[in-house]
């Protein structure tokens, strides 16, 4: 058995005209179970598309991705989904919804249609509750997330990828468009999930200050490739030398 939860060996996606050059390419790297990984990197250095390469969102023509030591694939991408929860940029929550409707919606790909179609069990919503609880919006449940703020909202769609109880949370700049001071109650939720359910971490950021106040370990990418893959010592003159 592997000491890694995720391996990517040698991930390449199709050549990009525009870029001159395969949006990932050659990518090879491990993270340990428990680990808080930040991924770095200038604008259009591949980190949305690393991080999505993780569950299966994007076509590779080459290499491979492993989720605890299994291949993803189409046999196996089911349970590589429900072992990693997402947290898209920007949220996409429905806003239209109430916040535990949306953290219902994290449970849509576990049941079948007719397991949802008068509403989801008891046993998720009263779930989906102690998870708004548990990130400090019980009060807020049944408000439609149009009408939450920022932060709010991003704890809602925090909410949604843990209620299928995932190993890993993966998060794509889960701080942007934040005030400092609910970027800072986002990244508390994600240190307490992270040290307190020993949930692998491993989130795309842009402030440094805030990856060498959270993270364990850097992953830096630059034109598609791995440039860094080490401690948050000295992240600054790391990003900006490449
Ligand atoms: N489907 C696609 N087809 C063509 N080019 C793409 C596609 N998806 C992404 N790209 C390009 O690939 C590069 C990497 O995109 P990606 O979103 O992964 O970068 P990023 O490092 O997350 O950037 P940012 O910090 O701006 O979010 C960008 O130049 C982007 O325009």
Known sequence: MSDYIIECHNLETAYVASLNRPILNKINCQIKQGEFVVLLGLNGAGKSTLLRSLVGLVPLIRGE??????????R???QTRRDVGMLF??????PQLSAIENVLCGKLGARTTWQTIFGFPKRDRLLALELLEQLGLREL???KTSRLSGGQQQRVAIARALIQSPQILLADEPTTGLDVIAAQQVMDTLAQLHSQQGITIVTVLHDLGIAAKYAQSAIVLDAGRIVYQGACDNLQEIVISH
């Open 89 to 94: 940029q920007g949220g996409g929550l429905i």
């Open 76 to 78: 196996t991408i089911s």
């Open 65 to 74: 991705v492993r989720i605890n030591g299994v291949a993803t694939n189409t």
């Open 141 to 143: 449940a049944y408000q």
